[in-house]
């Protein structure tokens, strides 16, 4: 019975084949249901392996079953297959590869989640022979009427290129067109795809300079976060440095009571001569202030290192009390923000010395945040606030987390170190900590001592008395060595004792760690130079047994300081200069902030925290002691919409000259009602407008220099009957040559066009001075669509891939027709838009 019970008493090996069972029929079920006829079933299937998945479950196994369906009609199925696709296209890349005709439709499908989520799988499927239908699909999406669709063009982007870095400057024009964009919903991801493939190219941000901080308020807050940092690095590049103002003002009030005529005027000349910020660099500080409110702990970070790169010293103080609140988030939070503000606090310390109680540390904190909480209140320290952190570090040392114990003796070291009137205070504290039970208390105590007694070894003879008397109680080998040091350097103060120390270590010898058989062997050198009759023979013994230690490091310390201060044969010259050598000054140990030596990494990056450089980190450069030409920020305005503003202000001042009406119908106009004049004067305008803005036309940019090997081209829709043909779209190319060398035999070769689309090039242009123009024309039948027609644009070295693509109203066909019969048509739509206003709307 006891044997059957134990057979059965096994509930792990039993629930182990349960739930493996259970597992296997789970998918095998899943698997019918995606095969099944019903959507209903297909359905219920994909939320469950979406469930899944989202458990962190593995459902690669379903992946056939499940790429069958991509094709399905039902909206709600395809969505969720292409969240599964998205999860296991780069595990399953030779079935996802199988099924890229399906997803090259779905990039045309009518709903933007569909199109999105087709180019989301096709850019996870990372296969080097899709890479031209991977940028054919990501061009073409960067033109999609959705900007959810556009935003995942530019994710898509990041993919191709960690794929293909050869697709560079293709993948430059797409950044160029999508960085245009107005879409806060598509800001954020392209210049994430800027810092990916080229954040070197500076000239592709100064036309949306400022589109982008005035659209940052509104962007998502990931975006914000990219935008931000893109923007602080731009910034150092383009503006002079706001902090030289300081200096000068600075300089100014120093100004001595005996200062001669000259010097005063010298003074005045610079004060007059005081910095003015750029209004772009102002505009950036403007429009990013706002967002140390936000709720997300990074987009403030990123504020605050824009504010500490860029801002001035007297303004860098507003993101001090941002910083402090994000001390409530969780402690991963703290622990960044904490490591910035202990960085800041070196360098001004008047940011966050009105928060000090905030850097107070809590018995909840875990070890990492007190630290960094103890660093930033030892930098904070000053003669005014010193006797209030004394208490608070009398309460920390007595703490049970003897890391952070240790820690805070280190910190009281240095507050003794950086301000004198409180010195002897803090020695004597560290002395009474010499009797605390704790060994490790001690020991960090012993060591933080020794440190300080360099700095005034004459006054502190009696402390070192003491030390050596704990020497027999201290095990730790850091503080052991710390004590033979403080002896052995100054053995002449204790001549009494230092002899005494050596004959107990030569006992020990044998037993002690390595550190402190090296200060051992170095106290025996220091007192056979300066006390030879009582510790020669004890000083060879000492020697001997570390002739034949295991240590290597012993061995050889031993070797030297027997040939250097016991005088043989062989001996060299150096042997006479033995005292100068192991008695001489040595410099007093400088306690610094071990942040002191990150602030030349960019705060709030991966760098800064790790004290290291990481791969993908962006130097700040150096502020530029010019600026550059402020004038490559400025937007041309669309000649169109100045048009509409000049006569829209010219119809409120003054009437035109030239008038399209009859003086008898004008007559006639006065006489009827009000709204009727009011419809006439609608469509006087209107007429006008079309009059005067029909033949205003848009450049485009064919080809940039820079792409070109400084071969530029542009072009425009002449809007006028086409010359070669009825169906033919009039283009003018106009070609220049930026070089300083002549460019030959430019031509049009090796078309790419859809069905049905035709192409008539210009005739070749033989020969191109340099800083030469020439408009040349050429037809295209765009076969009544917006596709773009595609082909090369070459020169007699080097081919250079181009297209064009139409706006939709480039494609209407002129038509003549009276003034009369124009009138007529005009006013009977306005007629009809008047009475349609006039039913749906409610009159006050």
């Known amino acids: 019975m006891s044997s059957e019970a134990s057979i059965y008493n096994r509930p792990s090996v039993l629930d182990c084949f349960r739930s493996s069972g259970n597992s296997w029929f789970q998918k095998r079920n899943l698997k019918q249901m995606l095969e099944s006829s019903k959507d209903s079933a297909k359905l219920d299937a994909m939320k469950r392996i979406v469930g899944m998945i989202a458990k962190g479950k593995n459902a690669s196994e379903l992946f056939p079953a499940v790429v069958k369906n991509v094709a399905s009609k039902n909206i709600e199925i395809k969505k969720l297959v292409y969240v599964y696709l998205m999860r296991y296209a780069e595990e399953q890349q030779d079935l996802a590869l199988l099924s890229i005709s399906t997803f090259q439709r779905a990039l045309k499908d009518p709903n933007q989640l569909i199109r999105a989520s087709a180019l989301r799988v096709l850019s996870s499927i990372r296969v080097p022979i899709i890479v031209p239908i991977m940028m054919l699909a990501i061009k073409e999406a960067s033109s999609d009427l959705s900007p959810y669709v556009r935003k995942n063009a530019a994710h898509a982007i990041q993919k191709l290129y960690s794929l293909d870095p050869e697709q560079k400057e293709m993948l430059i024009e797409v950044i160029e067109k999508l960085l245009k964009d107005r879409s806060t919903l598509v800001a954020g991801s392209v210049v994430m795809a800027f810092e990916e493939v080229c954040p070197d190219r500076i000239d592709l941000i100064h036309k949306n300079y400022r589109k982008l901080c005035n659209l940052l308020v509104d962007v998502e807050e990931w975006g914000q976060v990219v935008i931000i940092h893109m923007l602080t690095r731009y910034a150092r590049t383009q503006f002079v440095s706001p902090w030289k103002d300081d200096e000068v003002v600075e300089e100014y009030s120093e100004n001595n009571f005996y200062e001669s005529d000259e010097e005063q005027k010298e003074k005045d000349r610079k004060v007059k001569n005081i910095y003015t910020m750029d209004p772009d660099h102002r505009l950036l500080l403007r429009n990013t202030k706002p967002l140390l409110q936000s709720r997300n702990a990074a987009v403030v970070m990123a504020v605050a290192q824009l504010y500490w790169h860029l801002a001035p010293k007297s303004e860098a103080s507003i993101v001090s009390k941002s910083l402090v609140r994000l001390l409530h988030s969780n402690r991963e939070v703290q622990y960044i923000v904490l490591q910035n503000i202990a960085t800041m606090s070196i360098q001004r310390k008047g940011m966050f010395e009105p928060y000090l109680k905030s850097f107070y540390v809590r018995s909840t904190d875990p070890t990492m945040i007190k630290t960094l909480k103890l660093e930033i209140l030892t930098n904070l320290a000053n003669e005014a606030n010193i006797s209030t952190l ?22 009281i070291g240095r507050c003794a170190t950086n301000i004198t009137e409180v010195t002897d205070t803090c020695l004597n504290g560290l002395v009474c900590l010499l009797s605390n039970r704790d060994e490790i208390v001690v020991a960090e105590s012993v060591v933080v001592i020794k440190k300080l007694l360099q700095t005034q070894p004459a006054h502190h003879g009696e402390i070192i008395k003491h030390m050596a008397k704990l020497l027999d109680n201290i095990t730790v080998p850091v503080a052991r060595a710390s004590i033979l040091w403080l002896i052995g350097e100054y053995c002449e103060r204790v001549p009494k004792i230092a002899p005494d120390v050596l004959r107990k270590t030569a006992k020990s010898f044998t037993t002690e760690d390595d550190l402190v058989k090296l200060q051992i062997l170095n106290l025996g050198a220091k007192l056979y130079l300066t006390n030879s009759k009582q510790t020669k023979l004890l000083t060879q013994y000492v020697l001997n047994l570390g002739k034949y230690d295991q240590s290597y490091d012993i061995r050889d310390r031993t070797r030297f300081i027997r040939q250097l201060i016991v005088p043989n044969e062989k001996s060299g010259a150096l042997s006479k200069y033995a005292k100068k050598i192991f008695l001489a000054q040595k410099p007093a140990p400088l306690l610094e902030s071990p942040f002191k030596d990150r602030d030349h990494f960019q705060l709030g990056t991966l760098s800064h925290t790790l004290n290291s450089r990481a791969t993908g980190y962006l130097e700040l450069s150096n502020w530029p002691e010019v600026a550059p030409d ?10 169109s919409t100045k048009e509409w503003t000049g006569i829209l202000g010219m119809t409120k001042k003054e009437k035109p000259t030239e008038k399209f009406y009859s003086e008898s119908e004008e007559e006639e106009d006065e006489s009827t009602n009000t709204s009727s004049s009011s419809r006439c004067l609608e469509s006087n305008l209107h007429l006008h407008c079309l009059e005067n803005c029909i033949f205003r036309t848009k450049t485009h940019e064919l080809l940039h220099r820079m792409s070109g090997k400084g071969l530029a081209a542009h072009y425009h829709f002449s809007r006028q009957p086409g010359i070669f043909g009825d169906h033919m779209v009039s283009v003018q190319v106009t070609v220049t040559n930026t070089t300083d060398q002549k460019i030959e035999n430019i031509h049009i070769k090796e078309k790419k066009l859809p069905p049905g689309m035709r192409v008539h090039e210009f005739n070749p242009i033989e020969c ?4 030469e123009s020439i408009t040349v024309s050429m037809g295209i039948d765009f076969c009544d669509s917006t596709q773009m027609a595609s082909f090369q644009l070459c020169t007699k070295d080097d081919h250079f891939n181009v297209n064009i693509q139409p706006p939709v109203g480039e494609l209407l066909l002129p038509v003549t027709m009276s003034e009369k019969d124009f009138k007529k048509e005009s006013l009977s739509d ?10 749906n709307c409610t009159w006050l």
């Open 390 to 411: 004394l208490r608070e570090f009398q309460t920390y040392v007595k703490s049970q987390d003897k890391q952070f114990a240790a820690a805070t003796i280190q910190a």
């Open 630 to 639: 402020p004038s490559v920020r400025n937007v041309d305005v669309a000649e």
């Open 768 to 771: 191109l001075e340099p800083a």
């Open 830 to 839: 306005l007629n009809i838009l008047y009475k349609v206003i006039r039913e």
